[in-house]
Structure formats: C-alpha cells, structure tokens
C-alpha cells in the first residue's frame, strides 16, 4: 500500500523553462512534507518542506504547494537547470501514534532538463 | 563540516553470507536511522536511535537484520545470513535530535549490496 504516489517515473524539461513535479499522498495523518534530490551514487539531499499549516513554502527557484483537500503537493522548479536533472523524492510523516518522525517516501520521478 | 560517512560503498557477497554496514553521522547529531531503498523505489525506514537507544525498529526483519549504536555514535547494521532479496542500497541518515518535529535528516551516500 503506497502511501505516498508519485505517478510520474520520469519528466524531461528544457532548460529555462518549468518543471513540475507532482506528489499524492493517501494518509490523511501526514502533516509534513519534504522533497529530497538524489543525484547516481549519492544520498538524498533535502531540498524544501512545507507544514500543512502552510499552502506555499518558497526557496529560491523551488516552490512547493500543498493541497490538503486534494491529498496533492507539487515541486516547481523556475527556471529548470541542467543540474536540477537528478530524481527528486516526495516524502511525508505524521505527528501522531509512535511512529512521529518516520519519513514514508514515494518512488521518485527522474527529472531530465535538457539544455 | 563532514557530512554522514557510510562504508563499505559496495559489497558483493554471495547468499547465505553474513555482511555488515557501518555508519558515522553528523558530529553531534543524536538521532540515527537505517533506510533500506529497493531498486525504482523510495528509501523504507529499519531502525532509528535516539543515542544508543534503538526507539523504533518496527520495520527491521529481526530474524536475520541486526543493529547496534553501542557508544551512541557510529552504528553497524548486519544482516545474517543474506538473501537474494536483500540486494538493495541501504542508507544511513542522521539528525540533530533536538526534539523538532520538522528538523531535517541528512543522508549518507549508502551500501549498494549485492547478492548472488
């Protein structure tokens, strides 16, 4: 049972232009995401968060959105960057029962940006 | 600041074989987990420990996976004896432990085990 679905294994994005990185998620206790890029033959590296509190959370060319209602999150990268190319990682966990600071990932989609 | 050290960074054994991973973490942090990530899949946690405390080892196989974080710093996980399905990249992270719900896990570069 995949609690947290990224549908799409793979997007391929020209340079300057926007990627789109899309996260649904099923457990309606999760209260806190995260995005992780992971370059070959590296760990996870966290890039942004955002609380359910929260609809936006900004950093620089990285905006994540959260849709509660819909169980959906998005990662926009503006604008796209050869070294954004790497397989970027939705992640959630939830602040209740025991479990409080286990991350629960989706598969990952491989980001392409093509220059 | 060095960031979460993991070795070996490969291993290729054959089945039944025991094997080990050790992991130092961020100086300083007091949580550290072990994530195993299956080929097209996303990193499922085993075990996390707060010091030398394993608090949440829900998800470790017991029967074969072990764990230790004796002096509540660096950590070796085993497995014995493997099995083919253990093939996977296991990943070490870490974080300060300050009681922050939204602090962030840092990740070492991880295993890539093989199993034949």
């Known amino acids: 049972d995949q609690q947290v679905k990224q549908n799409s294994p793979s997007l391929s994005v020209q340079e300057g232009r926007i990627s789109i990185l899309n996260c649904d998620y099923t457990n309606s206790m999760f209260d806190y995401f995260l995005w992780y890029k992971k370059y070959p033959a590296e760990g996870p590296t966290f890039l942004i968060s955002i609380s359910s509190i929260k609809d936006k959370n900004e950093d620089g060319r990285f905006t994540v959105f959260l849709n509660k209602s819909a169980k959906h999150l998005s990662l926009h990268i503006v604008p796209s960057q050869p070294g954004d190319s790497a397989v970027y990682f939705c992640?959630?966990?939830?602040?209740?029962?025991?479990?409080?600071?286990?991350?629960?990932f989706g598969k990952g989609t491989l980001l392409t940006v093509n220059p | 600041e060095a960031g979460v050290v993991q070795s070996p960074r490969y291993k290729i054994i054959e089945k039944k074989q025991p094997v080990a991973f050790w992991c130092n973490p961020i100086s300083g942090h007091n949580t550290l987990y072990w994530y195993r990530q299956n080929l097209g899949q996303g990193p499922e946690l085993l075990i996390r420990y707060e010091n030398e405390e394993a608090v949440d080892d829900s998800q470790l196989p017991k029967d074969r996976f072990s764990a230790e974080r004796l002096k509540g710093v660096d950590s070796t996980l085993k497995i014995q004896p493997a099995e083919l399905g253990d093939s996977a990249v296991y990943l070490c992270?870490?974080?300060?432990?300050?009681?922050?719900?939204?602090?962030?896990?840092?990740f070492g570069p991880g295993t890539r085990l093989l199993v034949l």
């Open positions: 992270a870490s974080s300060p432990g300050q009681g922050s719900y939204q602090e962030t896990q840092y």
């Open positions: 992640a959630a966990k939830g602040s209740s029962g025991g479990s409080n600071y286990k991350l629960t």
